[in-house]
């Protein structure tokens, strides 16, 4: 009986039909472009996924003399004392509350401004408009909150001044805990709406011409067209980046609210990412502290998950 021999080139063939093997073969064709990536990604691996390595604290009463490994155990007891806390239902709530007006009033702005800068006749005034309109956004923060505290000042403030003109009483703006969300979500739409139009400006750029003038010799308004024809084109967009924001619903830049905060409109600027700087790096309480950052990470988490779920079998767009 005669041994059977094996073909070289059929298994050439049958390893190269492999999945590892073609995809080695590819990184070999694109081995510049791969190596242009391996720098992000040992960034991200250093200082994103290496602290992941600290979140034990969170479970540990840690002690900097004995290290994270060498503190002891405390299982659920921060997670405990800050759900039976008393600034609980505050902070989750001016936390909530911010992102989730920000999502319903901010997210908008920037599509409508694209619009409106796509269908301007001029080109000039167009480019002379997103200029205008995303300059703000190199402003730093604390220039920002500068400026809303002289715009904004009982005393010599322009806001003011024109309110007492009009016969009306001076506000203190930022004194008052009713006015700082107002007056945070508003300034951040000044400052960022520019900036987070060129996404979209971008997009609009890609929708192919003949759709508007078939549209057009349809005898659809200006109206008609932009709701059949650049927002179906954009649409696509909008949901990722609506995925994106509530990714983070529950993070803000603290160094605003932070700067923007005094006693007196605590009660409203108090949120998570404020607490945790304030009781964590100035009071040291950093198991505390990592619990907290841990449970609103975890609803960031479930938030994004949930959102790309909806999307994928709403819209067919998601983030996988």
């Given at each position: 009986?005669?041994?059977?021999?094996?073909?070289?080139?059929?298994?050439?063939?049958?390893?190269?039909?492999?999945?590892?093997?073609?995809?080695?073969?590819?990184?070999?064709?694109?081995?510049?472009?791969?190596?242009?990536?391996?720098?992000?990604?040992?960034?991200?691996?250093?200082?994103?996924?290496?602290p992941l390595y600290g979140l034990q604290i969170a479970f540990k009463n840690f002690n900097p003399a004995k290290g994270i490994v060498g503190s002891s155990w405390a299982g659920f007891e921060h997670f405990e004392r800050f759900f039976n806390s008393y600034y609980f239902g505050r902070l989750l709530w001016n936390t909530m509350s911010i992102n989730l007006f920000s999502l319903l009033i901010a997210f908008p702005i920037p599509i409508l401004l694209a619009l409106i800068i796509n269908e301007i006749p001029s080109k000039a005034f167009g480019k002379w408009l997103q200029n205008i309109t995303y300059l703000p956004h190199f402003i730093s923060i604390v220039v920002i909150v500068g400026m809303l505290k002289l715009f904004l000042s009982p005393k010599g403030g322009p806001i003011n001044g024109l309110i007492e003109a009009f016969g009306g009483e001076p506000i203190r703006f930022l004194e008052e805990a009713g006015w700082f969300k107002t007056i945070f979500i508003g300034s951040n739409i000044w400052q960022n709406m520019g900036w987070q139009s060129i996404i979209y400006i971008a997009a609009l750029?890609?929708?192919?011409?003949?759709?508007?003038?078939?549209?057009?010799?349809?005898?659809?308004?200006?109206?008609?067209?932009?709701?059949?024809?650049?927002?179906?084109?954009?649409?696509?967009?909008?949901v990722i980046l609506l995925i994106l924001d509530i990714g983070h619903f529950m993070n803000i830049g603290f160094e605003k609210v932070l700067l923007m905060q005094n006693n007196l409109n605590l009660e409203s600027s108090d949120v998570i990412s404020t607490f945790v700087y304030t009781t964590g790096i100035l009071k040291g309480e950093y198991s505390?502290?990592?619990?907290i950052g841990l449970f609103n990470s975890i609803i960031n988490l479930a938030l994004l998950l949930l959102v790309n779920r909806i999307a994928r079998k709403t819209s067919e767009t998601s983030l996988w």
């Open positions: 009986m005669k041994t059977a021999q094996a073909n070289p080139t059929r298994i050439a063939e049958r390893n190269s039909s492999r999945p590892g093997i073609r995809l080695l073969k590819q990184m070999a064709k694109r081995y510049d472009l791969y190596l242009m990536l391996l720098l992000p990604v040992v960034w991200y691996l250093i200082f994103h996924y290496g750029s890609g929708v192919n011409p003949q759709l508007y003038e078939a549209a057009k010799m349809d005898g659809a308004s200006r109206l008609r067209r932009i709701w059949h024809v650049s927002l179906p084109g954009i649409v696509p967009v909008i505390y502290t990592a619990a």
